[in-house]
């Protein structure tokens, strides 16, 4: 769907100020020259355009969803409910959105402080009050089958603070069908969104998990073949499905600046494709203060502080809680970035992401890191670190998997606290991940003789030892779990594995039957009892277990294949 820019003077002023390239350099210099007045009134009338109330608009943010079930492979789906439920508010031209890219951030640093699952009341105390939000939208999706279980959590920050949970069911047909059935949720469940109403834009289910799988891979180093590879994927996805257009050439765009950046000064003709690329996202999707906000980036890397400070100021009119069209806006205000230093100030406190690394690899706002290092440094925090706030943090890098924050985040820990075992836990857990079992074999034999009776610690030794083919080992180790803790469900499971393993299936049977009896929704154990009761002979027990472990599972074509070629030696 495209909506066309806004009408009257904006429009004009649109044309004038924001055309692409401005291949009369000559004309800004004709402006300053001869019609200086009539640019100044244009960027005065070009702020006023934005009616009145906009700034009066309530301010809304959604935070990054949670995906509680399945945990695996649904990534993306949190990613892009969190993106289109913001765009489709924006849309409505009735709220300030805060950025996605934003709330995500604020998001990480609210978890590690411990503040996200608390009552608005606790988080009006906290920094993020500083957006100044109205509401702070919070989805938990369950996929089941066919179904969506959705909770979201309205958090207001109006007069009377209050923390409302809306439950409901959606069926998966269509995205379109399933955005329009949450913002009926929220119209519902919220007075505050009882006007909204929905914009189809046509996307499908292949392309969405394509777009956003891209975007959750981390963005390679500039200028290597990983990096071109990286982009190559992009214009594929662009060719596939056209109905993702504005959101690819954003992202095409913010590749462009970080690639052009490598540069010093930055490459102009890779700017100006960047510059192109906005544009035509603008037209698709207009009213984004996080288009503005770029377009104000790339006039900066351009050198041309008047258009850097116009978008920023547009930005900023769009959603005043965009710290980075204040941190633009103020390093673009007067002769030096001294002039701005008011607006720096306040843009590193609503945005202090600047010089902190992405968890996606890189993003173009890091350019800004060198002009911001006068306040960046007299800003660096001087709190002891905390160990709860360094496992929070260590474990959220390890699930995103960022080894080097998450051993660094682990390794502190265990420095402020070395008489307790976690941080070596997580170590050696780390070390598994990547692959380096001989090293966590090592670490967590050592443990063990420390707490012989830690049943995490019992856990991944046997792990490690079972990556390492020592079946026997494995074994006792796992049973020595389930006698510190009867009911540990992945002891029961490893056992099971390794019993197959072993060639004692009969025991196997018994302790993966009794494991999908406890817990009939876990999908791993179905899998290994099927792999049993095909051992066994039992062929129509295993297409029993296999079947049930894909209708948990519907996108596991590991099971998909291996039900098939079962079924062909039945039949």
Same mark, same amino acid.
Request: net charge positive; with cysteine.
């Given at each position: 769907m495209?909506?066309?820019?806004r009408?009257? +003077?904006?429009?004009y002023?649109?044309?004038?100020?924001?055309?692409?390239?401005?291949?009369a350099?000559n004309?800004? +210099? =004709?402006?300053l020259?001869n019609?200086?007045?009539?640019?100044?009134?244009?960027l005065?009338?070009?702020?006023?355009s934005?009616?009145?109330?906009?700034?009066a608009?309530?301010?809304?943010g959604v935070?990054?969803?949670?995906v509680i079930?399945?945990s695996?492979g649904?990534? $993306?789906?949190?990613l892009f409910?969190q993106e289109?439920?913001?765009?489709q508010?924006?849309?409505?031209?009735?709220f300030s959105?805060?950025?996605?890219d934003t709330m995500?951030? $604020?998001?990480q640093r609210?978890?590690n *402080?411990?503040?996200?699952?608390?009552?608005?009341?606790?988080l009006?105390n906290s920094?993020i009050?500083?957006l100044?939000?109205?509401?702070?939208l919070k989805?938990s999706? =369950?996929k089941?089958?066919n179904q969506?279980s959705v909770?979201w959590?309205?958090s207001s920050?109006?007069?009377?603070?209050?923390?409302? @949970?809306i439950?409901?069911?959606?069926?998966?047909i269509?995205p379109?069908?399933?955005?329009a059935s949450?913002?009926?949720?929220l119209?519902?469940?919220? @007075?505050?969104?009882?006007n909204?109403k929905h914009f189809?834009?046509?996307y499908?289910?292949?392309g969405?998990?394509?777009?956003?799988?891209?975007?959750?891979?981390?963005v /390679?180093v500039?200028n290597?073949?990983?990096?071109?590879e990286?982009?190559?994927e992009?214009e594929?996805l662009?060719l596939s499905h056209?109905s993702l257009?504005a959101?690819?050439?954003?992202h095409?765009?913010v590749?462009?600046i970080?690639?052009?950046s490598?540069?010093?000064?930055?490459h102009?003709?890779?700017?100006n494709?960047?510059?192109?690329?906005i544009?035509?996202?603008?037209?698709?999707?207009p009213?984004?203060?996080?288009h503005h906000?770029?377009l104000?980036?790339?006039?900066?890397?351009?050198?041309? /502080?008047?258009? *850097?400070?116009?978008?920023?100021?547009?930005a900023?009119?769009?959603?005043?809680?965009n710290?980075?069209?204040?941190?633009?806006?103020?390093?673009?205000i007067?002769?030096?970035?001294?002039a701005g230093?008011?607006?720096?100030?306040?843009?590193?406190?609503?945005?202090?992401?600047?010089a902190?690394?992405?968890?996606?690899?890189?993003?173009?706002?890091?350019?800004?890191v060198?002009?911001l290092?006068? $306040?960046?440094?007299?800003?660096?925090?001087?709190?002891?670190?905390n160990?709860?706030?360094l496992i929070? *943090?260590?474990k959220?890098d390890?699930?995103a998997?960022?080894w080097?924050?998450?051993?660094q985040?682990?390794e502190?820990?265990?420095v402020?606290?070395p008489?307790?075992?976690e /941080?070596?836990?997580?170590l050696a857990?780390?070390?598994?991940?990547?692959?380096?079992?001989?090293s966590a074999?090592?670490?967590?034999a050592?443990?063990q003789k420390r707490?012989?009776?830690?049943?995490?610690?019992?856990?991944?030794?046997?792990?490690?030892?079972e990556?390492?083919?020592?079946?026997?080992?494995?074994e006792?180790?796992?049973?020595t779990?389930?006698q510190l803790?009867p009911?540990?469900h992945?002891?029961?499971?490893?056992?099971?594995?390794?019993l197959?393993?072993l060639?004692?299936?009969?025991?196997?049977?018994s302790?993966?039957e009794?494991?999908?009896q @406890?817990?009939?929704?876990?999908?791993?154990?179905w899998?290994?009892l099927?792999?049993?009761?095909?051992?066994?002979?039992?062929?129509?027990l295993?297409?029993?277990?296999?079947?049930e472990?894909?209708?948990?599972?519907p996108d596991n074509?590991?099971?998909?294949v291996?039900?098939?070629?079962?079924?062909?030696e039945?039949?």
């Open positions: 495209t909506l066309a820019p009408s009257g +003077s904006f429009s002023f649109y044309i004038l100020v924001l055309a692409p390239n401005f291949t350099k004309m800004l +210099s =004709q402006f020259r019609l200086l007045t009539l640019f100044f009134t244009c005065i009338f070009g702020g006023l934005f009616p009145p109330l906009l700034q608009r309530p301010s809304v935070l990054s969803a949670d079930y399945p695996n649904l990534n $993306w789906l949190g409910l289109e439920l913001s765009l508010l924006q849309l409505t031209d009735q959105i805060i950025s996605p995500r951030r $604020w998001n609210l978890r *402080s411990g503040q996200l699952v608390f009552s608005s009341a606790e009006k920094e009050y500083q100044k939000p109205n509401r702070l989805l999706i =369950q089941v089958l969506l909770t959590s309205v920050f109006e007069e009377n603070s209050s923390l409302q @949970k439950q409901n069911i959606h069926s998966w269509t379109d069908n399933l955005i949450l913002l009926n949720d119209a519902k469940g919220d @007075k505050l969104f009882r909204i189809p834009l046509h499908t289910w292949e969405i998990k394509s777009f956003y799988q891209w975007k959750l891979k981390l /390679p500039p290597t073949p990983k990096w071109e990286h982009k190559d992009l594929a662009l056209p257009s959101s690819i050439h954003f095409r765009a590749l462009l970080i690639e052009s490598v540069m010093r000064p930055a102009v003709p890779s700017l494709s960047a510059e192109t690329d544009l035509a996202a603008m037209k698709e999707h009213g984004s203060g996080e906000t770029l104000s980036l790339l006039h900066f890397l351009r050198k041309e /502080p008047l258009f *850097s400070k116009q978008q920023a100021n547009i900023n009119k769009i959603n005043p809680a710290g980075l069209a204040l941190i633009l806006y103020g390093l673009t007067g002769k030096t970035p001294q230093a008011t607006y720096i100030k306040k843009g590193l406190r609503l945005y202090p992401f600047v902190e690394p992405s968890a996606d690899g890189g993003q173009p706002y890091h350019v800004l060198k002009d290092e006068p $306040w960046l440094n007299s800003s660096v925090s001087e709190k002891p670190p160990y709860e706030l929070r *943090s260590g959220e390890y699930d998997r960022r080097t924050e998450a051993r985040a682990f502190d820990a265990s402020l606290e008489e307790l075992p /941080p070596l836990l997580f857990q780390l070390r598994l991940a990547q692959q380096n079992v001989e074999l090592l670490l967590l050592k443990l707490f012989p009776k830690h049943p995490e610690i019992n856990l991944y030794l046997g792990y490690a030892h990556k390492l083919k020592h079946y026997i080992k494995a006792i180790l796992y049973r779990v389930l803790k009911e540990h992945k002891a029961l499971l490893r056992l099971g594995a390794v197959i393993k060639g004692k299936r009969e025991e196997a049977r302790f993966l009794s494991l999908t @406890k817990y009939p929704m876990y999908t791993v154990a899998w290994n099927g792999i049993v009761y095909y051992q066994l002979g039992e062929l129509e295993a297409e029993s277990s296999w079947e472990s894909l209708r948990l599972e074509n590991q099971v998909r291996r039900l098939e070629q079962l079924r062909e039945l039949f």
